[in-house]
């Protein structure tokens, strides 16, 4: 290479790309992100996921999923089988969290994750796009060159001083304007008179009830304020991501500190699922250099340490380099104690490894305990000093001990491998296409001249890069209440089977019962597109569930068996600032009687 | 007090019974790799059977969308096939079950890619649950035995790697494997014989006939098969050789005595057998996966006696290892999992002797009905049984294309009512498995399926056919029983099977 393109190159490496550091924090960020959405939804397996659910299989195949689009759950039906899958997700997600084969964990979670939100659309939103666009440029990442397991099989072999820090590709670029559109584009989408001229949209967002927190009503009673959000979050959301491309890494920093603190704000004041939360993980890999090294210099100042460990055990080798790289600098040595006989008589006496500091030799649990103290989490270390843990730890080190040539067993699958850092010209190439689709597809959601033909849209389906960030857009809705759901009983009694068969009641509901309605996340996203008009498909599916659902366990005989029901929503629209609220009006969706189907 | 007592191991002599019967009822593990490799073989070669039809079966443009397979399937059915609609992954998925069927058969990560060719053999066979025979049954509880077995142990890429060295099991000698999974094989290949001797049930196979009427049917003779009615004798003789047979492999395969000679027999005789059932049938790859289960039982007896065969065989693992030793050594199954995979092939065994007995008597219990469709456990051997099919026939598709009525099988030429020559009657099931859909349609087992074939048949022929498109179609089998007594058949009747109009 030409020297000229080299200090060009590097200067992109440097001020618009990433940090592997930051890369690998991204990718456990994700597998958390992950596996708590995969836990929320696996309360729901049944309904949601399985032929006995709101959406059997042969009417998902019928109109709710796009011809190119798949999904892993239309292979399985009974909910034992959906398990088996959602087993193999949280499989998956954690080899994604401890980085051990990074990027074919990362695969199989996004096939995961696009399929289970393919399998039931109705009850994705919120943080469902963002996950799913994350988790597919993370494959053309190397987030597994820090912090995982890959990369501590890695250090045993690497140069370690050839290894970059930083990376500059098309998937860091794709992922920065990722984050970026998901901004700009929320802003443009964002295109009501409540949003653009007169400041009401904030307000409106926040006196929905069904998504109030404790927090919410606080900032109700400030409608200046409001205002002034609601042209502030504008601003920020224009401004902010601008900063985030800066090719300065203070000012990257800022920005991220902005929208992070803007995440935080929804997160405390809105019950839209975990869309801040994966928001915030999306933000990590604009973390610049100088965050990551904060305070390393210190820590190695403060004094060096030195793990013996026995060389003649695979399992004890592989375990100490991965201690090393989640805690340590790379630096650190680690010793085989063979190799020194003093080392080796005190290991053989003391039954332990050792790591050396300044203050002396430690053995067990101990050891553990001083690594922590030369990590960036040093709270471990007081917590692995108290008395009893480390009674307790040393008990399990000699556990642990004993089944070790078991162990070396369980972890030959962990090989010594390098971790590749840099991606083929073709899959540069790759990238740089689907980042124009992705542009296209975004700008679709604009204007519909900029519409993908037909014959161009099976990427879009077909990887599930089909987006659209219109969070509370063009406007946010108007449309509040709460659901009453009286239901006939064979004995005759009419009963609320929203509300686990109570009195059927028309009270106005006091607002914290408004939001406590539903079961979760999932459940409001799907009962207030529902209550909005928005899922009339859904709707004998729904009610033939609902049946199914009480009636299960329940002989027909049953005086409680359920014959009928209706599903109402008490709702009204919500009021402008310093309006009177109007009142509510029970509106009926839909009457069914039960087995009709 | 003198010295140290004699040392007496106790049970000696049951010792030397069930070392008898550990030897006589052990599976030599150069079986099992001819087994592996040629169960390899039957995949592929059942996946390009299957491909030349696989829009027609197994996507949403074929017979069965996945809207119709959702409202017709047994409960348990799960497909990966169903995942998609369109053609393009349908063949992605045959590639992809190829390919993982080559690693089977280099013995490459074996139990993985046994593992895998399961799984996606269910899935494929659940597509289209109304083609499946007995021989996909077989194929499928074969791969599910494999799965337990240590069939990578010779002949083997991963063997090589290893050195050959086999740890499974606690055996001594080093080419026998006597786990609880082996004796779960020789059961499986048991009960396939006694079952089907115990289902075969009626007159004619009693009194030597049945073979007479299976060749009588024009679809499913070939024509050797109808060469043979020249030769009743012969088909006699078929006949209860079948029947015979189906009683006797069991017991032999399990005769402990003189084993070697005896289980060495039984495989040659199965082999002759359906070889011979082969010729006169078109009974698919049903005999080759028949002689496939044998070969897995063949004694070691047979590779040392045969001088070829045991220098073929060591010539294989030496041509490996030459290549291949000093790799890295594979990853060993821990003894624990050894142990829970011996757990589980019980209870599948305890499953599959269970479900056979209530295919003789009463249906299953819905707790062992679950089990055995969720792992495709659910077999059934009663192919020719209780008898043949006595009736015979063929197909006519009328259209109407703008008010006149044609014939779609053939070829959109005006509806002629008379018999067709036998040769026409033998191309109107294209293929092996169109062979058992058409014979299966008209059965009541088919009876859900006719509405859709009609509708398939309608669209089809659109598609091809832009310019002469017919508007209604109805599905015909004009039937005729086969009086044996007086060597004749009665006159064709027609049959309406289905009747749709074309949307």
């Known amino acids: ?597 | 007090m003198s010295g140290v007592p004699e040392q007496v191991e106790p049970g000696a002599e049951v010792g030397g019974a069930a070392a008898f019967l550990k030897k006589a009822w052990s599976l030599d593990l150069r079986s099992l790799a001819l087994f592996r490799v040629c169960l390899a073989g039957l995949i592929i070669f059942d996946l390009i059977a299957r491909s030349t039809e696989l829009r027609t079966y197994y996507t949403d443009l074929g017979i069965l969308p996945r809207a119709e397979w959702h409202a017709l399937r047994p409960a348990g059915y799960w497909s990966l096939h169903a995942v998609f609609g369109s053609t393009t992954a349908q063949a992605f998925l045959f590639l992809l079950a190829a390919l993982i069927a080559i690693m089977m058969f280099a013995g490459w990560h074996t139990r993985s890619a046994t593992a895998a060719s399961w799984v996606l053999l269910i899935s494929l066979q659940n597509r289209m649950p109304l083609i499946e025979t007995q021989g996909d049954a077989l194929l499928r509880l074969l791969l599910f035995w494999a799965m337990f077995l240590p069939l990578g142990a010779r002949w083997s890429i991963d063997g090589a790697r290893r050195g050959f060295v086999h740890q499974e099991g606690s055996d001594q000698d080093e080419y026998a494997t006597f786990t609880p999974a082996s004796i779960a094989l020789m059961i499986q290949v048991a009960l396939v014989f006694l079952c089907g001797y115990l289902l075969k049930t009626s007159p004619e196979w009693k009194s030597g006939r049945a073979m007479f009427f299976a060749v009588n049917m024009e679809q499913m003779a070939t024509n050797a098969g109808r060469g043979m009615l020249h030769f009743p004798r012969v088909l006699t003789f078929l006949s209860r050789l079948a029947l015979w047979a189906d009683l006797l492999v069991p017991a032999l395969i399990f005769f402990p005595w003189k084993h070697e000679r005896v289980r060495t027999s039984t495989v040659t005789l199965v082999i002759f057998l359906q070889v011979a059932l082969g010729m006169v049938l078109r009974l698919g790859l049903t005999p080759f996966v028949i002689i496939t289960a044998m070969l897995a039982l063949l004694p070691a007896w047979y590779w040392e006696s045969q001088e070829r065969s045991a220098h073929l065989s060591d010539h294989i693992d030496w041509l490996l290892t030459e290549r291949l030793a000093q790799r890295e050594s594979r990853f060993q199954l821990p003894r624990v999992t050894h142990r829970i995979a011996s757990g589980i092939a019980i209870v599948a065994l305890a499953v599959v002797v269970l479900w056979n007995i209530t295919t003789l008597r009463s249906p299953a219990t819905p707790v062992l009905a679950r089990l055995a469709q969720t792992f495709r456990l659910d077999q059934r051997w009663d192919l020719l049984a209780p008898r043949p099919y006595q009736d015979d026939g063929w197909y006519l598709i009328p259209a109407l294309r703008h008010g006149e009525e044609v014939d779609l099988f053939r070829d959109g030429a005006p509806v002629k009512w008379n018999k067709p020559p036998e040769t026409e009657v033998f191309r109107q099931a294209t293929s092996y498995h169109s062979q058992v859909f058409l014979a299966k349609l008209r059965d009541d087992a088919g009876r859900a399926y006719r509405p859709m074939y009609a509708r398939y048949l309608c669209r089809n022929w659109n598609r091809w056919h832009s310019d002469q498109s017919v508007q209604s179609v109805e599905v015909d089998f004009m039937r005729r029983m086969n009086l044996f007594d007086h060597g004749t058949f009665s006159l064709a009747r027609r049959y309406v099977l289905a009747k749709e109009s074309c949307r």
């Open chain 1, 1 to 597: 290479m030409i020297p000229a393109t080299n200090r060009v190159y590097a200067w992109f490496v440097k001020n618009f790309g990433m940090d592997l550091r930051a890369l690998a924090v991204f990718r456990i960020g994700l597998a958390i992100c992950v596996i708590g959405d995969m836990l929320i939804r696996s309360f729901d397996l049944r309904a949601f996921y399985t032929d006995e659910g709101i959406l059997p299989r042969a009417e998902a195949v019928k109109y709710f999923i796009h011809s190119w689009s798949f999904s892993v759950f239309l292979a399985v039906g009974t909910w034992q089988l959906v398990a088996v899958l959602f087993a193999l997700t949280f499989v998956a997600a954690f080899a994604m969290l401890v980085g051990f084969r990074s990027r074919m964990a990362t695969f199989i979670v996004w096939v995961m994750v696009i399929s289970v939100q393919t399998r039931m659309h109705g009850v994705g939103g919120g943080p469902d796009g963002l996950l799913r666009m994350l988790l597919f440029w993370a494959m053309f990442l190397p987030t597994g060159a820090r912090y995982s397991v890959d990369a501590a099989m890695a250090t045993a072999q690497e140069d370690l001083e050839e290894q970059p820090k930083r990376i500059f590709t098309a998937a860091t670029v794709a992922l920065m304007l990722q984050v970026v559109y998901l901004y700009w584009f929320a802003v443009l989408l964002k295109s009501g008179p409540e949003w653009r001229h007169e400041g009401t949209a904030v307000w409106y967002a926040l006196s929905l009830e069904q998504l109030q927190t404790p927090f919410t009503r606080i900032f109700l009673s400030f409608p200046g304020f409001l205002k002034f959000l609601n042209f502030f979050v504008l601003a920020q959301e224009t401004l902010a991501p601008l900063m985030l491309l800066v090719p300065l890494p203070l000012v990257r920093a800022v920005g991220v500190l902005f929208l992070a603190a803007m995440q935080l704000a929804f997160l405390s004041t809105l019950r839209v699922g975990l869309f801040p939360e994966v928001a915030c993980v999306a933000l990590i890999p604009f973390l610049p250099s100088f965050f990551w090294e904060r305070g390393e210099q210190q820590r190695q100042d403060r004094s060096r340490i030195t793990i013996y460990f026995d060389g003649g055990c695979d399992f004890c080798r592989k375990a100490v380099l991965i201690l090393r790289e989640f805690l340590l600098p790379r630096d650190t040595p680690l010793l085989a104690a063979q190799d020194s006989p003093e080392m080796h008589a005190e290991m053989r006496e003391q039954n332990s490894w050792i790591v050396v500091d300044r203050t002396g030799h430690h053995y067990r649990t101990d050891a553990l305990a001083v690594m922590f103290g030369h990590s960036r989490l040093p709270l471990l270390w007081y917590f692995l000093r108290v008395g009893w843990v480390q009674r307790l730890g040393d008990i399990a080190y000699h556990r642990i001990e004993r089944i070790r040539p078991m162990l070396s067993r369980w972890m030959a699958p962990v090989r010594f491998r390098k971790v590749p850092l840099r991606s083929a010209i073709a899959t540069q190439i790759l990238v740089a296409a689907l980042l124009a689709y992705v542009t296209g597809e975004n700008l679709w959601t604009v204007n519909d001249q900029y519409a993908i033909p037909p014959a161009f849209q099976w990427p879009g389906a077909l990887l599930r890069i089909d987006q659209r960030w219109d969070m509370f857009s063009p406007l946010p809705p108007r449309y509040d209440g709460w659901y009453v759901m009286p239901g006939e009983l064979a004995n005759g009694k009419i009963v609320d089977i929203f509300r686990d068969g109570e009195e059927v009641s028309f009270r106005r509901r006091d607002p914290g019962e408004v939001a406590g309605q539903y079961k979760n996340e999932r459940w409001r996203k799907f009962l207030m597109d529902t209550s909005r008009g928005n899922n009339d498909r859904y709707l004998p599916l729904l009610s033939e569930y609902l049946c199914r659902d009480w009636n299960r366990g329940r002989h027909p005989n049953d005086p409680t068996w359920l014959r009928s029901f209706e599903i109402i929503f008490v709702g009204h629209k919500t009021a402008p600032p310093g309006g009177t609220p109007m009142p509510y009006e029970p509106s009926t969706l839909v009457g069914y009687r039960c087995g009709t189907r």
